[in-house]
């Protein structure tokens, strides 16, 4: 069974850093394509980063490039997301998702998500 559990949400001040973690079990973790999506409250998701499965190719969405850093290390199987200068608007419900893979923007496999609060 498939299963990603994210970790190392909380309430931050602007300006501050959190990372966050992703758990990924019952699948070849290192031949996945991994994502970051989130969801504010009151709107659709939002991808955010995406990391190709050997971890040497990264992508970031313009609103988090330059403060957000994704990275991965499959012999932990595990995925990570390092925010620093949080702003209010990156306030979200974050997941992890595994690609599917040769659709692109297509999502399989879905965390359960950890709360990101920046307020002050």
């Known amino acids: 069974e498939v299963q990603l559990v994210e970790s190392g949400g909380g309430l931050v001040q602007p300006g501050g850093s959190l990372r966050l973690s992703c758990a990924a079990s019952?699948?070849?973790?290192?031949?996945?394509?991994m994502s970051w999506v989130r969801q504010a409250p009151g709107k659709g998701p939002e991808w955010v980063s995406g990391?190709?499965?050997?971890?040497?190719?990264?992508y970031y969405a313009d609103s988090v490039k330059g403060r957000f850093t994704i990275s991965r290390d499959n012999a932990k199987n595990t995925l990570y997301l390092q925010m620093n200068s949080l702003e209010p608007e990156d306030t979200a419900v974050y997941y992890c998702?595994?690609?599917?893979?040769?659709?692109?923007?297509?999502?399989?496999?879905w965390g359960q998500g950890t709360q990101v609060t920046v307020s002050s």
């Open positions: 998702v595994r690609d599917m893979p040769f659709v692109a923007g297509g999502y399989d496999y």
């Open positions: 019952g699948f070849t973790f290192g031949t996945y394509d």
């Open positions: 990391i190709n499965s050997g971890g040497r190719t990264t």
